[in-house]
């Protein structure tokens, strides 16, 4: 079919190759020739060079750097990297290889973690992980040191012009440079000065690669900032208005300390926009006048319950447009890296395709560790319309279908067909029970009967009774009969199957700590008696019954992911205020501290003797401190449940400055913004998801689908074949190809023609998307040509018409910056 | 054009005229005869009874009850009446009018309020307020009176068998019953016994017209209720989980009380949903063992920031899906109450359009007090077509066009246009320089510097101040200021331009205050020195400038009604609470009371000596309590913002039983609900205006319009002579011609031959939803009238073929009921 002499359509990097069409010197000369021996034997493993026929060697070495920019464009792509940092020339491709491995990501990450982890032994330590200064400040340089080489490595790749026009890079060389300035001082000094700057560590970590969900959700709250600080400001406005009109009303009652000063009337009403100090707030003023209630019930009104909501409304509101225009970007962006990867996989001879051979080759550097059968069946759910070679329509598809896991389809229906027919039968019985609805209602039966015993068991205990020691009967029974359902489901539906379902696995992994729970018991292992408390967690299962229920949990899980990240933003925004927090008031909490202030109570810690008995008197706050990072966590989660807040507030205060208020309110306020984004999201995501499944409520043929998208492909045996022929012509060497010749063993073993593989893949976010916004895409989507229209589709006639043609996919988008060649 | 013997197409109530079209037996028989002249007599102030020509008389006859019953079609289909409690015969027609009418209205509201307002002098009475035992309650007597009469209206329009099916009607009885019952009992006994069946009155209330709005609230939180629950259920379901595994976590700690027993755990659980124990509860686990944090967190992170959320998404999700529904229902009532109204006005003669002279004849029915010319503006404006007929398409505009305020467009520009030239020219000047922008911003500046001055001056008194006795001198330059813009503006505009803009209302109000309490001080009127603390809302102006700022609080009172009427349901919730709260916690609470509870120093009142001085030490909780009313609602807000509403809760509780906590978590998820309902509305009406204003971003031509929907209608002097004439004719001794006469008045007075009319309404919410829906409503109405096509168009026909047709009419509604006659 193909022939070795097709020749690319675009050739890249590659001055070597310049003879074979006459042109390209401009780009040898930008590349300063040289370096270009060490990227081929360093990144292109492929025996060609040694290839006695020039002509041909240098053809098959030009294509081999188109596949690797191709695959590079792709992974652009699917990473959301803007093209601008593409590289450039083959001393930044190095560079580029280099940085973009899991190994340097892992590195990344760790050094990042290492920095923040560091936290916990410098100064104000947790005692028990206490460093010298030496040792911790010398583990700073090294990780300093290491975030300095991947700096250096990002200033090769990127070139020195792009990398001060890269904001964030340039953020992060100057705080490197502060923190290596520090931690010499620390070094020499032998002692921790006053460092603010640690709050800006997780700015390593938030940049690196495996981080991109926390970048993502910054720059979301980022975009949200301005209406909401419009917000903000009104609220801020009327709680003056409300401070000066409080001052006024009440400050002429002595015993009423909320309001004597203005300054005390504005943080009363601050604290009061929390709720934490309502009703005492009100009480001095409604005992003198019970009218004065008013002026709480009206301020409540306006603040809390209207402008608080409104502040969500508007951040929900800019939320919804953030996340569509967000989709639609990368959506354009993913079929820009598509254009340009195309353009250079088609050869000049047929230019509106990329055949297998050239697909085979972009895939082995786009996924090394692809096996060939996945490779050409790829291949194959991508080439809809059965000719030999894909168009760019085809090709559109990409990252729909690079996800997928193939399998053969089974040819029987259950694991068991194939075994003796008694077996079989007994087997099939079991399969009957544990699919028929009596058995399912029968263990939702047991399950609640469970729970109501074990509500009942726990509340005839009396109090004081040791958990470790105690086994109820009823846990053994119980706990059998889940066992014996685990394993009926398991034998009937066979193990595959089972796991496959995520409820199932809930099942099981709750029965199996359970079991855990009580070998850990009979053997007396008293630390993990906590298992058997998880014992409820089985109550769980009765939702499965209502629709409702299901729904809920299943976007819980889908929801998932996208949580966590969030969360772990919420944790870099505290570890930047719990080291801002230890340096300023570690220490100054201890118990019966604060003795000036009004809160004097919550912190003390006395013997009491009531009649004959001695009490000991805690109010317990002064435990929550910022002595070390870990109280500082503790503590500034209960600042985030803002219930109580001003003990801490008011407790800090009367120990260091009135200023320190300013940390507690702006915390306040930061966490508002975070937990507002937060709320917006769970609400966007939820009413998206119940709009979608409005949007399709016919249930799909196969409940299986329900929660993943399933491609199918028919391969033959001639097929299969001559792919294996082409596939030990390109790349004779590599042990992937077994896997194809697996495929022929399977045939010849069934006895089949053919065979059917399904591609399986669970449905993500943007898969839902899409449907959602069907009409609309098609729209962006012909903007997008229009916008691009000289190379979209129609460029190729023109770059056919003259011959030098690498300036042309670099000028695809138009943000891709200054074109590299001509 | 029209003639006197034009026929109704359907005859309605009328018996009368069965000789001239010969049928409609069936229909005397229904009726039974008899009351016939009365209605007449009563309702129908026309004088063509006493014609002589007795066929000509019940022609117009008819066409008088047609009008009549056309225009409680339109008003049923206005206020949203079910047309199965549409009056069915001249009797029920009596009954209707006497019950439709804003007297009518009033004392239904009154006798609702007077029950309500009752309890604020029943047994647990605000003191002064107190009444005797006989007083109260043969007031009570008399109101329930009042409210049997009320009912006795209603089945007498109704009928027994529509009365009986009406739900709502048959609850109200019931509970009317019951109270009479109860009332009676009391007057005999002379004392009240446990009567928290007084918690239904508001029942009497919400049935009234005026509280439609409420009705439609209730209905919507019923209508969320569902999924609502479903989630609830979840969250309770974690709480119990979590307090099982708390209750075998912590109960070996004796030191913490929160978790000794099932039950306190379940409760401090439920309290912490709420985060009012926050952190409290976690300290003394806390202090134990610092990993227990883990378990408040992550309980927290799943109650509280992950399912609380999800109840809100639901619920939001759920209102949204209402209110279109409810729009839509509303919309499509409204066209079959057209619908139904139209087919009464058109003659057999023409039966496809509506001339001015029956159209005048409906609105003496709908409209009695509006003018002629307002009734001639109103035909003018639905007749889009030029014809001199209304055709249904043009009669579907209705509603939109009948509330509009009619003027006649100003020949000149500004009000002083007339005045002689000197003086023009001055005003011209304030004109100009009140409408340029250095004005304004001049404006912003002065109210920016005084809010800082205010600030500054606050700031500096010391706290001891008399504020009744003190005016600064600078509150007298800025409000002298503000005094002399006020006057500019109403000179420079002219006092219509000035006061129709919300601002400038605002602006107006707030600076009349100012000087009012200046008055005050002034005279040495201490109650109202509270005036003066009001000037700082002058601020409140500086959130014009900002486009968004002006959005919201635009918002904020487009929103007020729909605000109000949700805040009127919280009350009615209230007033059900506190009476139940008053029936059982009466009285329980004191000072120093609760001395067994956990929370007893918040309700401590002593004498304690420190030192040499004696303070009194106050609690204050047990100002919070039930005693009487007004206090049952402050302590009812209390729990609403729920911080610390556990004091409340265990003071209760330790002075009555463990079951008192039962009314307050009740409370506390009623509040959810509604206060989830709120949210969401807050969110829907801001999001749905946002898109709104975001699908509408080109500005309107004329700036007055952005508030207002305005039409114009032309009348020349011909036309508005014959309009005379005709309704000289028609109905002569009516005084509303007068204004008929003024219109040409104003023609001779100003030479011209034609004058411009101008008539304005604001924008409603439905107005708005029109719009946002505007290709979701074609459907609808096609799907309605495919629904209804028998009747819709091509009715007249079928109608026209058979001479009986009063059947026609009630069968359009599917749910109207068994039809009326026929």
Redesign the interface.
């Known amino acids: 079919m193909e022939t070795d002499d097709d020749v690319p359509l675009i050739l890249t990097w590659d001055e070597a190759n310049s003879g074979l069409l006459g042109e390209d010197t401009e780009r040898a000369d930008e590349n300063g020739g040289g370096n270009y021996d060490i990227v081929n034997n360093a990144v292109i493993p492929t025996p060609a060079s040694q290839n006695n026929r020039a002509q041909n060697a240098s053809l098959r070495h030009s294509w081999e750097m188109n596949y690797q920019e191709a695959a590079i464009y792709l992974q652009e792509g699917e990473n959301n990297d803007k093209f601008f940092t593409h590289p450039r020339n083959p001393k930044a491709l190095a560079a580029y290889l280099f940085a973009h491995n899991h190994l340097f990501y892992m590195m990344e990450l760790l050094t990042g973690l290492l920095l923040m982890v560091l936290s916990l032994c410098e100064a104000p330590a947790v005692p028990s992980l206490r460093l010298d200064v030496y040792v911790h400040a010398t583990l700073e340089l090294l990780a300093l040191v290491m975030v300095a080489f991947e700096l250096c490595m990002k200033l090769r790749w990127l070139g020195f012009h792009t990398f001060i026009r890269h904001k964030r890079t340039m953020v992060k060389t100057c705080v490197l440079l502060l923190q290596f300035v520090e931690a010499i001082v620390v070094l020499i000094r032998q002692t921790s000065h006053l460092r603010v700057t640690r709050a800006l560590r997780p700015i390593f970590l938030v940049d690196c690669r495996y981080c991109g969900a926390v970048r993502r959700n910054l720059r979301q709250i980022f975009q949200s900032l301005p209406?909401f600080i419009?917000?903000l400001l009104?609220l801020l406005?009327f709680m003056?208005?409300f401070a000066?009109?409080g001052?006024?009303?009440f400050?002429?009652n002595?015993?009423d300390p909320y309001f004597?000063?203005?300054?005390n009337s504005i943080v009363s009403l601050f604290v009061l926009l929390t709720?934490?100090?309502?009703?005492?707030v009100m009480?001095?003023a409604?005992?003198r006048n019970?009218w004065s209630?008013v002026f709480f019930?009206v301020y409540?009104s306006i603040e809390?319950?209207?402008i608080m909501?409104?502040l969500?409304?508007?951040v929900?509101?800019t939320f919804?447009g953030v996340e569509k225009m967000k989709f639609k970007s990368l959506l354009l962006h993913k079929r820009s890296a598509i254009d340009h990867a195309f353009q250079l996989l088609v050869s000049r001879q047929r230019p509106t395709g990329v055949s297998l051979k050239q697909f085979d080759g972009l895939m082995r550097f786009y996924r090394p560790r692809m096996s060939a059968r996945d490779r050409y069946l790829t291949f194959k759910v991508l080439n809809t319309s059965g000719n030999p070679m894909l168009s760019l329509e085809d090709f559109y598809k990409f990252y729909e279908v690079i996800g997928l896991k193939w399998k053969a389809r089974r040819s029987g229906e259950h694991w068991f067909d194939d075994l003796p027919h008694t077996t079989f039968l007994i087997f099939k019985g079991i399969n009957l029970l544990v699919k028929s609805k009596a058995f399912q209602y029968a263990m939702y039966v047991v399950v609640a009967v469970n729970g109501v015993w074990?509500?009942v068991e726990?509340?005839m205990?009396n109090?004081?009774?040791?958990?470790s020691r105690f086994v109820p009967w009823s846990y053994i029974v119980f706990l059998t009969i889940y066992g014996v359902e685990v394993l009926l489901k398991i034998t009937g539906l066979g193990p595959m199957a089972y796991f496959s379902s995520g409820w199932n696995l809930f099942d099981f992994s709750v029965t199996v700590f359970a079991f855990l729970g009580l070998i850990a018991l009979a053997f007396d292992m008293e630390p993990f008696y906590?298992i058997v408390?998880?014992r409820?967690?089985q109550?769980?299962r009765l939702?499965k019954i209502?629709q409702?229920?299901r729904n809920?949990l299943d976007t819980?899980f889908e929801l998932f992911p996208r949580?966590a990240s969030l969360g772990l933003t919420l944790i870099i925004f505290y570890y930047s205020f719990a080291i801002v927090g230890m340096e300023f008031f570690a220490d100054v909490i201890y118990p019966n501290c604060c003795n000036t202030s009004t809160v004097a109570d919550s912190y003390r810690l006395i013997n009491v003797t009531i009649g004959n008995k001695t009490v000991?008197e805690?109010g317990?706050?002064y435990?929550?401190n910022f002595n070390n990072i870990?109280s500082s966590f503790?503590t500034l989660?209960?600042l985030t449940?803002?219930?109580?807040w001003y003990i801490t507030m008011e407790g800090v205060t009367s120990m260091t400055t009135h200023w320190s208020r300013l940390y507690f309110m702006t915390f306040y306020i930061v966490t508002m913004v975070v937990?507002t984004i937060?709320?917006a999201f769970?609400?966007d995501a939820?009413?998206f998801r119940?709009n979608y499944s409005r949007k399709n409520r016919e249930p799909p043929e196969n409940p299986e689908d329900e929660n993943g998208i399933v491609f199918e492909v028919e391969v033959s045996r001639d097929e299969a074949l001559s792919t294996l022929e082409l596939y030990k012509q390109t790349c004779p060497g590599l042990s992937s190809l077994s896997s194809l010749q697996g495929v022929l063993q399977a045939m010849d073993r069934g006895g089949h023609t053919s065979l059917v593989y399904l591609g399986r893949r669970s449905r993500t976010k943007s898969d839902l998307s899409i449907k959602m916004y069907e009409e609309e895409i098609q729209e962006w989507y012909f903007e997008y040509s229009r916008e691009n229209l000289p190379l979209a589709d129609k460029s190729l006639e023109r770059v056919l018409d003259s011959p030098v043609c690498n300036a042309a996919a670099p000028q695809l988008d138009p943000q891709t910056g200054p074109p590299t060649v001509n």
Chains 1, 2 share one sequence.
């Open positions: 209406p419009d917000i009104l406005f003056v208005i000066i009109l001052f006024c009303l400050s002429p002595t015993a004597s000063t203005l300054e709720t934490a100090n309502f009703p005492d009480m001095p409604y005992s019970r209630c019930i409540l809390l319950y209207f909501n409104l969500l409304a508007v929900f509101d919804n074990i509500l726990t509340y205990l109090s004081g009774f040791s958990w906590f408390v998880l409820p967690l109550l769980l939702f209502k409702r229920y809920v819980m949580m000991l805690e317990y706050y435990l929550n870990l503790v989660f209960e449940v803002v219930n109580n937990m937060i709320v769970i609400l939820f009413v119940m």
